[in-house]
């Protein structure tokens, strides 16, 4: 039986592969998770009397302009992948890291913000509630990170010897597992995005 | 080293298909890949199993020693310090160590046995065989879910050696108590409640990951003719409590992150104007309330998540062991999907107490008792199932008889319990103990041994010893009904009380209390003929003979499947199913399985 024709018998019911498919529900486990931490802030603001209202600083709007773009260069890095072009596929992994990294630095420079504001994390509960759940994010984001090194360090290792990583494209499980880590950088850019509006029309 | 890494991938690719050609002769197994870091469904259902085991055994004995407490606070016992040391001077257990008994025998119960004994050994041992898979869709991630489960455990364990002692606050670990690490009264409050934090968490991220694999495998694994209706109700059992662990685990790890913001960094998320010796902290605006939500947003559908699975252990033993297709097939899996969906809006019915607003407890009364349709739908189709049944009283088909009885006993008072303006008074009485331990602890238990008797075959390729489990069973079930029986009735004595001898009201009670320690001791006691039988049948039980065996004549796919361990579990291509697994004395067979294709003229069930 071919590789092909083994993908196919587990992926006769759904139609997805089943590790595509447990990520699925990963997600819908982590969106229970931040929809937890969120719905949280919505009580704690409708029923606390001194909850204060301040605006969220704008360098959060940076920090979803950066995610955003990383969630482009590697969904441009899966595509040059597909295509065999290795060099450029390395290169946007790489900038998609750095990406990443530039996205926690602005999150942590954002904390520093806010304390600059005169809210610290041991103030008032609105703002305490920004670092807890940037804070919880951020977390996700580096077990992103911490893959990601992974396959660049995979993909470095082999440049040197085309026929592995021609071998490696005709690979469904490394093509399998790299879908699967664009797919989780995806769901955590649209959890920041969901947080960013969610701040935004909570905050003003 | 790259080319190591191209074949390793390549093994991954055909892991969930060994058996096909020879083309694994290649992947040896050492023995720490075949017994510690297995990825082999079949090896981590029994590292859960026995892992499982110890648990039992450790929360049976915590409940031994503070029964002695209820049962004898004036008396000493010195044995008792020979063996806690500090936690009892004098031979008398110590208040802090009395709390942080009864918290630890929660924790250890709902999460480490009934959680993770029991969905964690069924699922991983069922899920591949019974709808024809070859393992899990990644094995390497429920490999993980296990290692995460022994973490936790490992730092569970070690919580009890610390100074201070375990967490002591209760096992839903509600704030204030908790919500400070040195409250000035409560010891466990300390490093005890961060281990326990931090072993929840690894418990929960393990739950959460062997769940989604549960999840992805039964949607899309199952073997040819394996159509969802012809799923035994054990896969739906376990394909449902993952679906609420997944949905329901991430609130209470959200419940414990606000927590552990509040005890490590000192925000306010649950604290408000805290006043310890006289002293006013300056945690402002918090509410406590907030996490009894969160908590039991996860707490409720717990309960679930550990007696769904037995409940589908029990469907399935019930119709085997009765030589009869099971009662109502279709009516069996909404019930569990209508159990699924509602476990999910009766939450604050843990809460009617807090200042809920009485028109809410209405609402949660409502959905709450609405959960007695569906579960008295499965009892009468267990009874159905066993009328006029060929019943064998073997020792699984004794345990999930036992089930059902238990299940409607509990079942009964959670419906006065349900009831907000009942509740009002029952709340923290021993009224409640005896509900939830009777309902979801007792009868879980009962599940789990009808399962691990029934499918011990299967594990281990030998019969535990008929006699000891007969025994086992009917001191179980005599002995649990004398411990919660009498709870019932012990009116209005609160839960939680270190001792009731300053109280003359409940002197009454006294002589019950000696009654139901002495049966818990027994109980207790009894359960070693179970753990005796258990490692004494793995080497010396009696074994099955031929290469195929199928010693119960049961239809499903894990009884077409060598009785020798296999990666893979079927030497050749997979079984093909072509009827529903329920073909018990039909067409003048006493079985017929699930592999056997139709005969012309005869009609299909599932």
């Given at each position: 039986m071919t590789e092909k024709e083994l993908l196919k018998e587990t992926t006769e019911?759904?139609?997805?592969h089943p590790q595509k498919f447990a990520l699925w529900v990963a997600m819908a486990s982590m969106t229970m998770f931040f929809a937890a931490l969120t719905s949280a802030l919505l009580v704690k603001k409708g029923d606390y009397q001194e909850w204060e209202n301040f605006k969220l600083p704008d360098i959060f709007t940076y920090s979803t302009v950066v995610i955003v773009a990383l969630s482009v260069v590697i969904q441009l890095a899966l595509v040059s992948y597909r295509k065999a072009k290795f060099f450029l596929f390395r290169s946007l992994l790489f900038f998609s890291l750095l990406l990443g990294l530039l996205f926690l630095y602005l999150q942590v420079t954002g904390w520093g913000i806010l304390t600059a504001m005169g809210?610290?994390?041991?103030?008032n509960l609105s703002g305490s509630f920004i670092y807890l759940i940037t804070s919880m994010h951020g977390l996700h984001l580096v077990v992103g990170l911490l893959v990601t090194i992974i396959f660049l360090v995979m993909a470095i290792r082999s440049r040197k010897d085309p026929i592995y990583e021609l071998r490696n494209i005709i690979n469904p499980k490394r093509q399998l597992n790299l879908e699967l880590l664009v797919g989780f950088w995806h769901y955590i850019d649209a959890v920041w995005i969901y947080l960013y509006v969610f701040f935004y029309i909570n905050y003003q | 080293m790259q080319t190591a890494t191209a074949e390793h991938a390549h093994v991954a690719t055909g892991h969930g298909h060994h058996?096909?050609?020879?083309?694994?002769?290649?992947h040896e197994e050492t023995f720490l890949t075949k017994?510690?870091?297995?990825?082999d469904h079949k090896m981590i259902s029994k590292q859960f199993l026995i892992t499982g085991i110890f648990w039992g055994v450790v929360g049976g004995l915590l409940s031994i020693l503070f029964r002695i407490q209820l049962a004898f606070p004036n008396e000493t016992f010195p044995i008792l310090e020979t063996f806690l040391g500090k936690w009892a001077e004098g031979g008398k257990i110590s208040n802090e160590f009395y709390y942080a008994l009864v918290t630890m025998h929660g924790t250890i119960l709902v999460?480490?046995?009934?959680?993770?004994g029991l969905s964690g050994t069924f699922s991983n041992l069922l899920i591949p065989y019974q709808i024809g898979?070859?393992?899990?869709?990644s094995g390497f991630i429920n490999m993980l879910s296990y290692w995460f489960f022994f973490t936790a455990s490992v730092i569970l364990f070690l919580?009890?050696?610390?100074?201070?002692?375990?967490?002591?606050?209760?096992?839903?670990?509600?704030?204030p108590l908790n919500g400070l690490?040195?409250?000035?009264?409560?010891?466990?409050?300390g490093l005890g409640f961060d281990l326990w934090a931090l072993a929840m968490t690894f418990f929960i991220v393990a739950s959460l990951i062997g769940s989604l694999n549960y999840i992805a495998t039964v949607l899309n694994?199952?073997?040819?003719?394996?159509t969802m209706l012809r799923m035994p109700l054990t896969i739906w059992a376990f394909l449902f409590t993952a679906v609420i662990g997944v949905l329901s685990f991430p609130a209470l790890l959200a419940g414990v992150v606000l927590l552990e913001f509040d005890r490590l960094?000192?925000?306010?998320f649950y604290l408000n104007n805290i006043v310890i010796n006289g002293q006013l902290l300056g945690?402002?605006?918090?509410?406590p309330i907030l996490f009894q939500h969160l908590f039991w947003f996860l707490g409720h559908p717990e309960v679930y998540i550990i007696i769904i699975p037995a409940m589908g252990i029990v469907s399935e033993v019930l119709a085997v062991h009765s030589r009869?297709?099971?009662?109502?097939y279709t009516a069996m899996v909404l019930s569990i999907l209508a159990i699924l969906v509602l476990s999910f809006i009766v939450w604050a019915h843990h809460m009617f107490?807090?200042?809920?607003?009485p028109n809410l407890g209405a609402v949660f009364t409502l959905f709450t008792l609405l959960i007695a349709i569906p579960s008295a739908i499965k009892v009468f189709n267990w009874i159905g199932t066993l009328w006029k049944g060929k019943i064998r009283l073997s020792t699984p088909a004794l345990f999930a008889i036992g089930f059902v009885s238990m299940f409607i006993t509990g079942g009964l008072t959670g419906i006065a319990l349900g009831n907000s303006a009942i509740d009002i008074q029952l709340h923290d009485t021993y009224f409640v103990v005896a509900h939830f331990h009777v309902v979801m602890g007792v009868s879980a238990f009962f599940g789990m041994f009808a399962g691990v008797y029934h499918w011990f075959p299967r594990l281990y390729g030998r019969m535990m010893n008929e006699t000891l489990g007969q025994i086992h069973f009917y001191a179980t079930l005599i002995g649990a009904y004398c411990i919660f029986f009498p709870m019932h009735f012990?009116?209005?004595?609160?839960?939680?009380?270190?001792?009731?001898?300053?109280?003359?009201?409940?002197?009454?009670?006294n002589h019950l209390a000696v009654f139901i320690t002495v049966a818990a001791i027994i109980v207790f006691l009894a359960q070693f003929l179970f753990i005796v039988n258990f490692f004494y049948s793995i080497f010396k039980g009696r074994k099955l003979e031929g290469?195929?065996?199928n010693p119960w004549g049961g239809?499903?796919?894990?009884?077409?499947?060598?009785v020798e361990r296999l990666h893979?579990?079927?030497?050749?291509d997979l079984p093909v199913v072509h009827r529903?697994?329920?073909?018990?004395?039909?067409n003048g067979r006493e079985y017929i399985p699930q592999t056997e294709p139709m005969k012309p003229g005869e009609v299909a069930h599932g």
């Open positions: 019911y759904t139609g997805v809210k610290p994390l041991t103030g | 058996g096909h050609d020879g083309r694994h002769d290649h017994y510690i870091f297995s990825q999460f480490f046995v009934l959680t993770g898979a070859r393992d899990m869709a919580s009890f050696f610390i100074q201070t002692g375990p967490a002591s606050g209760g096992w839903t670990a509600y704030p690490r040195d409250t000035g009264v409560n010891l466990g409050s694994q199952r073997t040819k003719g394996m960094l000192d925000t306010s945690y402002k605006g918090g509410s009869k297709p099971i009662f109502g107490v807090t200042g809920l607003n012990m009116t209005g004595l609160p839960r939680r009380y270190y001792t009731y001898a300053n109280f003359d009201t409940f002197n009454n009670f290469e195929y065996n239809t499903t796919l894990e009884w077409t499947a060598p893979g579990n079927w030497p050749g529903w697994p329920y073909d018990y004395s039909v």
